[in-house]
């Protein structure tokens, strides 16, 4: 079962933003679809690495086009970015230890952080960027 499922609600209205936010989301439900079933580690941290891998890509993305506006908000908005992969990296370990409640713990992170920085923080920014003529 999809732990975040993508609609027009999550759209902030940036085309390139909406398909990173759309792969992000695949990659979180495919970390939801290993909870709970019996996967070695390996498999484990490949998914957790693709997701994270992705995450500093899109991180990236939006650090140049912030830069590329002189966005005001940006560095909030890119503290954001650094304290959500700092959190990642340490709950990624309960994840591949098996630890149960760890691993849904993150699996409710992902999904809450992702749906709430989407819905705040980067659709003032893509207000921002609209104003500027990108879409």
């Known amino acids: 079962m999809a732990l975040i499922t993508w609609s027009n609600m999550l759209s902030v209205g ?3 933003m909406d398909r990173q936010h759309q792969v992000l989301i695949d990659l979180i439900n495919r970390v939801g679809d290993l909870s ?6 390996a498999d484990q941290q490949s998914v957790l690495d693709a997701m994270m891998n992705y995450t500093l890509v899109h991180f990236k993305f939006e650090a140049d086009l ?4 002189q966005y ?3 560095k909030a908005h890119l503290h954001e970015h ?4 700092a959190k990642v990296q340490g709950m990624a370990q309960g994840f591949t230890s098996g630890q149960g409640t760890q691993a849904q713990e ?3 992170f992902l ?7 989407i819905l705040n923080t ?3 920014f893509a207000k921002a960027l609209n104003a500027k003529g990108i879409r």
């Open 36 to 41: 709970g079933k019996t996967v070695s580690k």
């Open 14 to 16: 940036v085309s390139e």
């Open 111 to 117: 999904r809450n952080w992702l749906v709430t920085h």
């Open 82 to 85: 650094d304290d959500f992969v």
């Open 66 to 69: 912030m830069q590329q506006i």
């Open 72 to 74: 005001a908000e940006s």
């Open 122 to 124: 980067d659709r003032a």
């Open 106 to 108: 993150l699996l409710v």
